[in-house]
Structure formats: structure tokens, C-alpha cells
């Protein structure tokens, strides 16, 4: 693999940050090591699966850690980057914050829904264009219309037993 290849695959990255608004993380070296590994996962898989995930070589297994991964938003919003740290928050990105370690959210076992409950998570609607989405927290931006969290309120609040 070629340094040209690295730097290719960033710009497309920063390029997918921007439209999205997120941040790739501003330790460059490290950054194109983990763009490195997904480069790796793709030639290897066949899909960019994280580098930092020990993948089962089958995409319907994968497809939550097949990068940016299921996880991201929320890691992020929580935790100020996602699970590798190539996603960061805005503070990362400035330098305001430093990247720190975060709990893994894969394979977690799912409690199992009180009787008579409707949802495990919370449905957040974008005001902006109805978008909506299951997770606990909303995204830092609309992937459909780029509005920001603010501009997403809870549709259904997931039931807390």
C-alpha cells in the first residue's frame, strides 16, 4: 500500500466529514494508521470494516462495524470520538479535548424489554426535514438535510421500566 493510496482515502474521508459534519481526528499519523487498517480490511473483506474490531469476514455479520460504524454517533456524542478514534467531536478536532478510551458498545448483550414496553431507545426527529432515527441521542448532524443536534427532538422517549 502506497502513501498516495493513504492520502487518496483521507481526502475522501475529509471529504465525507465535511458534507456530514464531522471531524477526522487531527493526529495525522495516527488517522492514516487506522485509514491504513481500513484499506487493509477492505482488500482483505471486501468492505472497510474498523481496523480496531476483530471482523468475522462475512458483511451481514459486520455490517454494524463496517466504517463509520453503527456505534459512531453516539460515541462520539458521549465520549468526544468513536470507538478507534478516527470520528472525533469538535473539541478533539480543536484540540480543546484529548482523545480518551471508551467502552466497547459491540456485542452487548440487549436487556430484555419489560412487559408492555414499546422501545429500547429513544426515536429522534430532525425538525428540519422528519428524518428519524432509533438511538439513544440524536446525531451531531441530519445525514439527510445537515441540520444540526439541535434542531432534533425526541419523537418517542424509549421507556425506562
Not at 3 to 32: H, M, Q, W
Not at 43 to 49: A, H, Q, T, V
Request: aromatic fraction near 10%; include cysteine; charge should be positive.
Amino acid at each position: 500500500m502506497s502513501d498516495e493510496d493513504i492520502k487518496a482515502y483521507r481526502k475522501g474521508l475529509e471529504a465525507v466529514c465535511r458534507r456530514a459534519g464531522f471531524y477526522l481526528n487531527p493526529e495525522n499519523s495516527f488517522t492514516d494508521e487506522l485509514i491504513k487498517g481500513i484499506i487493509i480490511n477492505n482488500r482483505r473483506y471486501g468492505y472497510e470494516s474498523c481496523p480496531c474490531r476483530l471482523a468475522k469476514n462475512d458483511r451481514q455479520k459486520d455490517i454494524d462495524i463496517i466504517c463509520p460504524c453503527y456505534y459512531k454517533d453516539d460515541d462520539v456524542s458521549e465520549y468526544g470520538s468513536c470507538y478507534c478514534g478516527l470520528y472525533v467531536s469538535k473539541e478533539i478536532f480543536e484540540k480543546k479535548l484529548a482523545v480518551n478510551s471508551i467502552p466497547e458498545r459491540r456485542n452487548k448483550p440487549a436487556a430484555a424489554p419489560a412487559a408492555g414496553s414499546s422501545l429500547s431507545t429513544n426515536v429522534w426527529r430532525c425538525n428540519v426535514c422528519g428524518y428519524l432515527c432509533a438511538k439513544d441521542n440524536p446525531p451531531d448532524v441530519c445525514p439527510i438535510c445537515k441540520a444540526p443536534k439541535e434542531r432534533f427532538e425526541i419523537f418517542i422517549k424509549k421507556d425506562n421500566g
